[in-house]
């Protein structure tokens, strides 16, 4: 059964590069979200059992995203993919229950180790 695979980021172009990034023979099903509140009625629906998420959107923050997932009893692998690779944001996005941060742009010698550190290798 294919993971169900979330990817939130306002920019098409920034999702683009995300997904093919993945391993190839991953057996996924990919949805994408434009904004946050997208990417909260995807997790509800089940399309998240890993999510990479920025944290830079309009309408609704990653941070924000995080603040809900856990309020709500957070249950699925966050990744973080972001420009802003303060340590601040780091160490922010954390204590919130992301399991990583990846600094963009992403590229798959930066996301495959996280994936194979949780088990979501190919």
Do not use: C
């Given at each position: 059964?294919?993971?169900p695979?979330?990817?939130?980021?306002?920019?098409?172009?920034?999702?683009?590069i995300?997904?093919n990034?993945?391993?190839?023979?991953?057996?996924?099903?990919?949805?994408?979200?434009s904004?946050?509140?997208?990417?909260?009625?995807?997790?509800?629906?089940?399309?998240?059992?890993v999510?990479?998420?920025?944290?830079?959107?309009?309408?609704m923050?990653?941070?924000?995203?995080?603040?809900?997932?856990q309020?709500?009893?957070?249950?699925?692998?966050?990744?973080?993919?972001?420009?802003?690779?303060?340590?601040g944001?780091?160490?922010?996005?954390?204590?919130?229950?992301?399991?990583?941060?990846?600094?963009?742009?992403?590229?798959?010698?930066?996301?495959?180790?996280?994936?194979?550190?949780?088990?979501?290798?190919?």
């Amino acid at each position: 059964m294919a993971l169900p695979v979330l990817v939130v980021d306002d920019s098409a172009l920034a999702r683009k590069i995300l997904i093919n990034s993945l391993p190839a023979g991953w057996d996924v099903t990919i949805t994408q979200a434009s904004n946050g509140r997208d990417a909260l009625m995807q997790y509800r629906a089940g399309r998240a059992s890993v999510m990479f998420l920025d944290l830079t959107m309009p309408d609704m923050t990653g941070y924000q995203v995080l603040e809900e997932l856990q309020h709500e009893g957070l249950d699925t692998f966050v990744i973080v993919v972001s420009a802003d690779a303060q340590q601040g944001a780091v160490e922010r996005v954390k204590k919130l229950g992301a399991v990583a941060f990846i600094q963009k742009p992403v590229t798959p010698e930066k996301l495959l180790p996280v994936l194979k550190e949780y088990g979501f290798d190919a």
